[in-house]
């Protein structure tokens, strides 16, 4: 009987406290994933024309299309100038809101101009099933092989919002001269809106909305408020939903994890471990009622679906979907009918060693209510992740000096690639016993920390840690791979 008791306080508590939302849980929900497509590369980005068909991106550069139950074996366009290397290709894609009548779409990709790795966005006419009359609406933006964005989506306000990645150059975030590490705002045809925050501001770049940011691969509008958030990755763990406001720094790389600094705005929500958050949508159809209204992400690292409760601007309360049942999960779009669309990501060095074409990789999955009969093979939202947890959002303290200790800075900054025992990971070799690439001595580890190893994916920590704090971290990764 006390038990009994026990448990009716503790549910009580809960639920007057606000971090248990019984009527949020996707209870008795069931839903079948088909597979409408495999063997695809890196599917990116999804959108819906009018007429319900679909079309994707894959990251070798092809637009496709999906219509009538059938992946057209011809691309609508092959982009002829790519540039597909590590993390770089064709990325982001979305419609024009007028797209009815103007047949405009969007695409964000990689190219290279002489020894750079850059971005451009261009604008396409969708005629006949092919993309035509291609027109830049922004380029110039630096690309590396890691943290190169970008995902594109108009607001409601009909300009287009571009996210762009710190290009592993963490400190040109804070630099309102540079494009990296940015959220940016155009008119339709690339101008810049005479609202734009910075455009008083003569050493800055006009087109900037927010900076401060590490590497965004989801942008959202909320219906009803058009509020916008973005879903953020960070430096091992660290992982963001951020509130998005005109003219913000978001911190990146002076603050991260749960660091605050006047004047710097910090994360609605870090996750840590990383989830590795992509694109992001707020949920608005008729097919999943549990979800309506929720902030929704794909999870790469994580393997699954973010599902966000919001209240009053505050994330209340939070749950995975399908975790580790399909892999990475990167793309995510509501279909026409309400239903969800997703897919997988991984073919995606150095997180995965997968080969073109294993396990069927990678997919297009579609996300539906079950119909009678198919009880067998469905899948029960209620149990397909985690429980919805409650989240603390209180501000965090700020950090004291032990966070600046060099085995922190090592584990936040470095142990995703290099490994928490200096194991390396995938494509990143061993620094235990002296294997070293670069330079074992302690002025070449400095070096390199400092400078970085930019055509590697490496960033170049020079302005984000102090002289001391460099050398502290080469001393400290001396001493570890050496025991």
């Known amino acids: 009987m006390k038990k009994i008791l026990l448990a009716v306080t503790i549910l009580t508590v809960l639920l007057i406290s606000g971090f248990y939302h019984p009527a949020d849980r996707a209870e008795g929900t069931l839903v079948v994933v088909d597979t409408l497509a495999s063997s695809l590369i890196v599917p990116w980005d999804i959108c819906f024309l009018p007429s319900g068909d679909m079309l994707f991106t894959e990251r070798n550069g092809k637009v496709r299309k999906y219509a009538d139950g059938r992946l057209d074996p011809k691309p609508v366009l092959q982009v002829p100038d790519i540039e ?41 006419e969708y005629v006949d099933d092919s993309l035509i009359n291609p027109k830049t609406i922004i380029e110039g933006i630096p690309a590396s092989h890691n943290h190169t964005g970008c995902r594109l989506k108009f607001g ?18 804070q630099d309102l001269k540079a494009f990296n590490g940015k959220i940016l705002r155009l008119n339709d045809d690339g101008s810049i809106p005479a609202d734009n925050p910075f455009m008083s501001n003569d050493t800055a770049r006009h087109e900037i909305w927010t900076y401060g940011h590490r590497n965004s691969q989801g942008i959202a509008f909320q219906p009803g408020t058009n509020l916008l958030f973005n879903t953020e990755h960070g ?175 090592y584990a936040q900054l470095c142990a995703s690639c290099h490994g928490a025992s200096l194991e390396g990971k995938d494509k990143v070799p061993s620094l235990v016993d002296d294997n070293w690439v670069h330079g074992g001595q302690k002025s070449d580890i400095i070096r390199s920390i400092r400078d970085g190893i930019i055509s590697k994916g490496m960033p170049a920590w020079r302005g984000v840690l102090t002289k001391d704090e460099i050398d502290k971290i080469a001393g400290y990764i001396l001493n570890k791979g050496r025991k």
């Open 84 to 124: 597909v290397e590590g993390k770089r290709g064709l990325l982001g894609l979305c419609l024009h809101p007028d797209f009815a009548r103007n047949h405009f779409l969007y695409l964000a990709y990689n190219h290279r101009d002489d020894d750079k790795s850059l971005l451009r966005v261009a604008r396409y």
């Open 156 to 173: 409601p306000d009909k300009k287009l919002y571009i996210t762009t990645g710190d290009a592993d150059m963490p400190m040109l975030s």
């Open 235 to 409: 430096p091992t763990g660290g992982d963001e939903v951020n509130l998005i406001s005109k003219g913000k720094n978001y911190g990146w790389p002076v603050i991260h994890h749960r660091d605050v600094k006047p004047g710097m705005t910090k994360s609605l929500m870090e996750f840590s471990p990383s989830i590795g958050p992509a694109e992001a949508l707020f949920y608005s159809g008729k097919a999943f009622p549990a979800l309506k209204g929720h902030l929704l992400a794909g999870n790469m690292r994580g393997e699954a679906i973010l599902n966000v409760t919001l209240k009053n601007q505050q994330i209340t309360a939070y749950n995975f979907l399908f975790k580790n049942m399909f892999g990475r999960i990167r793309a995510l779009a509501e279909g026409p009918d309400g239903t969800l669309y997703i897919s997988t990501s991984m073919i995606d060095p150095p997180e995965t060693n997968m080969t073109v074409g294993e396990k069927g990789y990678d997919l297009l999955l579609h996300i539906r209510p079950a119909k009678p009969g198919e009880r067998d093979r469905a899948i029960n939202l209620e149990t397909s992740g985690t429980m919805i947890q409650a989240i603390n959002n209180t501000a965090p303290k700020p950090p004291g000096n032990s966070e600046r200790k060099p085995e922190v800075l």
